[in-house]
């Protein structure tokens, strides 16, 4: 189906490293992340969110590592992902130990609370050999003190001094393999510290908006941080952090993508009007009967929803797929020309019909095999219905009537 142009400025050049088979930065397309909620020893149930994560669109997934018990568990998961698995490190570098022992194709390691030099440089050697990045995670939320307090608070300075430090000391053992996040809860913080990091590395940036709460906020907040950088060119991988089920997290990142145009669309786009005085069905309940039909077969397919035929078809014509509702009969249009007029009640299953042959035969075979004469049937209605909505509902023949006599006597 037809993809929308990259709506992003070109984006900034940075080098090239690998999570597992998954490419970030140096042009590589922007990837998802996402992180589980699970214990990361209860290895199947970490598994089974695992596999939701990555069907909802994340193509790289962290777990916490924080107790033996959990380095145990990655052992036992990483085998079984379908997508490559990062650990979460904060305050013990003997866990970055245990999890690279583990087999995980990524660390993250917070700055603010693993502090000690040797013990980093340690980590970072150990990495350096077994080929394995790392992401330099810094949080404002968990700045290291001596930073907070020389740059007097979280400041974009701040962040990045914190990652040009850690950077400074894996160079020393010989390391860069390496990826920069400088997440903030707030957004515009985060916004002026990835532009700061942006002039600052050429390393990929994992972007996010950390801690942005429950949605719909957090989901605000994150497209607000991570859409603005990505506009700018900024950015390699980007995580939500919504205090929700995860799965939401890589749903919301994968959209993203697709919306701005940086990822092919794997599945649904379902554009439907806002509805108005005119829409001649619940145009909300309808929208939902075909995003739930349609997002269970998981058609890569725009397809609109309009609530009138007399701007419906011209207002959705750049989709794939359309419907739009009048005089108790859904008009089914293929890039805004009408193929079928059906009956109103059968008005989803037409479309969800059409959208599977739309997707297995292709644009032109099926408007090459519309209905004769549903263009007339549909040009008739949308005459029939222009006129009984225009019916004069104004006055307008009285009140041009006035307006000439007003204009006239003035
Ligand atoms: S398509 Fe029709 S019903 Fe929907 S918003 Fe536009 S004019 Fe109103």
Known sequence: MTRPALVAAERRPTRQIHIGDVAIGG????????????????????????????????D????????????????????????????????????????????????RLNPGNLRKEAEIK????????????????VNAGSLHPELYKRFGGATPEALVESARTELAYFEEVGFDDVKISV??????????????????????????????????????KGTAGIATLLAEGIGDTIR????ADPVEEARAGRQLLEALGLRERKGLDLIACPSCGRAEIDVIGVAREVQQALQERNLPIQVAVMGCVVNGPGEAREADLGIAAGRHRGHLFIKGKIVRVVPEAEMVDALVHEAERLVAEGIEARLAAADAGAEAEAEADRRALFEAKGADANQAGQKVELIRRTVADG
Not at 81 to 92: L, M, Q, R
């Open 240 to 243: 939500y952090s919504l205090t």
């Open 27 to 58: 042009g590589a397309p922007i990837s998802v992340q996402s992180m589980t909620t699970t214990k990361t020893a209860d290895v199947d149930a970490t598994l089974s969110q695992i596999y939701a994560l990555a069907a909802a669109g994340a």
């Open 122 to 137: 340690q980590v970072a050697a150990e990495a350096r050999d077994r080929g394995v990045p790392i992401r330099i995670g």
């Open 60 to 107: 790289i997934v962290r777990c916490t590592c924080n107790e033996q018990e959990a380095a145990e568990g990655l052992a036992h998961i990483i085998p079984r992902s379908p997508v490559p698995i990062v650990a979460d490190i904060h305050f013990h570098h003997e866990m970055a130990l245990a999890a690279l022992e583990a087999g995980v194709q990524g660390l």
């Open 183 to 220: 997440k903030a809860s707030s957004v515009p913080l985060m916004i002026a510290a990835y532009r700061l990091a942006s002039e600052t590395f050429d390393h990929p940036l994992h972007l996010g908006v950390t801690e942005a709460g429950p949605p719909p906020g957090g989901l605000i």
